[in-house]
């Protein structure tokens, strides 16, 4: 880590009863390979990836200070087995909260940014949606263009609210400067979003994809999260059946939905920094939603353990090259001899994430959409 800043002034240690009295876990656990910061700070020279929790929650209108989610979440997390061995995980504890919600923002910021600058894919555990602003500008600092994408039941643009969490996007998409090149927003449950919202998304060439359209054709989602640098989840997206503490809505993504996503995120080579928000343990039943986050931290490690195995797309004897013309257009696309996974290159000769859909719909002399806006964007 870099020596100018002691990021451990700004946590707390994991309090978690297993860790704080020496519990061991079973051989295989999470718990029994994981870098915790219980009584000493970890080493995190050989993390790849580091859980950091932040149970700040005022921003959405609780009084209460902080919430105990993230370390209920690591309870169910630390008890999985460890199947990712070429993976190093840390934990190094919560973020203290500050006298106002605003300060704890600043240290989740500063926190976040050192670890990116190092190197790190960074998890956060919320505390409340709008912690999403903080860990947008951990990038901020650096000056640097970054594709965020959100899932999410609602698009928190709600100006009209007096809480934070359900108008952040306005304050992350519109504040000046401003370094979002991209947004997309995952799962919006239409019956919840006003018509002119999607309108206003879409003047601003950001991309909204409906929950019903993600269900039908979830793999057509692993290229826009492929492309992306920030994830933020928000536990709403998730039906209530599978997510007790979303009291939102009776719909949403499945369990397994969710992990598919989120082994998306592991396997981005672009994406470094991934919250989870929204979890609140009142409103859990026998702590099923913290099981269910357990697991999608899980599938993070399973993507990142796959994505590893992906090679540079300068490495031409790991690709199948197709060259082809398409409404006038001459284009390659590329596949992993490895993953599977598929590239399309812009008249700029830039190569961005996209599916087979795409690679058939060109070969088909039709402009893949996804092709289409990646134009009007640039």
Not at 273 to 288: F, M, R, V
Not at 322 to 346: C, I, N, P
Request: proline share 4%; aromatic share 10%; with cysteine.
């Amino acid at each position: 880590m870099s020596d100018h800043l002691n990021i451990s002034d700004f946590l707390l240690p994991v309090n978690i009863p297993q860790v704080s009295q020496g519990d061991h876990y079973k051989d295989g656990q999470v718990g029994s390979v994981i870098s915790v910061y219980d009584e000493d700070f970890p080493d995190l020279d050989e993390a790849q990836v580091v859980i950091v929790g932040c149970g700040e929650q005022r921003g959405s209108g609780i009084i209460h200070t902080e919430s105990n989610a993230p370390d209920v979440i690591r309870r169910h997390f630390y008890s999985l087995f460890y199947w990712h061995t070429d993976i190093h995980i840390a934990d190094i504890g919560n973020i203290r909260t500050g006298s106002l919600y605003t300060d704890s923002y600043a240290a989740l910021k500063t926190v976040v940014q050192e670890l990116i600058n190092d190197g790190k894919t960074v998890i956060i555990l919320g505390g409340s949606h709008d912690l999403t602003l903080a860990q947008y500008n951990a990038y901020t600092e650096n000056r640097k263009l970054i594709e965020a994408s959100c899932i999410d039941a609602l698009i928190d643009l709600n100006i009209d609210s007096p809480f934070h969490h359900e108008n952040f996007l306005m304050e992350m998409l519109t504040s000046e400067p401003n370094y979002i090149r991209h947004y997309n927003h995952i799962g919006f449950q239409s019956y919840y979003v006003h018509p002119r919202m999607l309108e206003t998304m879409d003047k601003l060439r950001f991309d909204c994809y409906r929950v019903g359209h993600v269900k039908e054709s979830i793999d057509e989602m692993e290229p826009v999260i492929r492309n992306s640098n920030l994830l933020s989840f928000d536990i709403s997206a998730i039906a209530h059946a599978y997510a007790p503490s979303n009291s939102l809505s009776p719909n949403g993504f499945s369990g397994e939905e969710a992990c598919t996503l989120m082994r998306y995120a592991g396997m981005s080579p672009n994406v470094n920094t991934i919250g989870i928000y929204g979890y609140s343990p009142q409103h859990d039943k026998e702590e099923l939603t913290a099981k269910q986050i357990g697991h999608m931290l899980w599938y993070i490690l399973d993507g990142r353990s796959r994505g590893r195995r992906e090679a540079k797309l300068d490495e031409k004897d790991s690709f199948t090259e197709y060259h082809m013309a398409f409404a006038e257009v001459d284009t390659t696309f590329l596949q992993s001899k490895k993953t599977g996974r598929w590239w399309m290159q812009l008249p700029d000769r830039r190569f961005i994430a996209c599916s087979y859909k795409d690679y058939l719909l060109a070969s088909s002399n039709e402009i893949p959409e996804r092709w289409l806006r990646a134009q009007e964007r640039s």
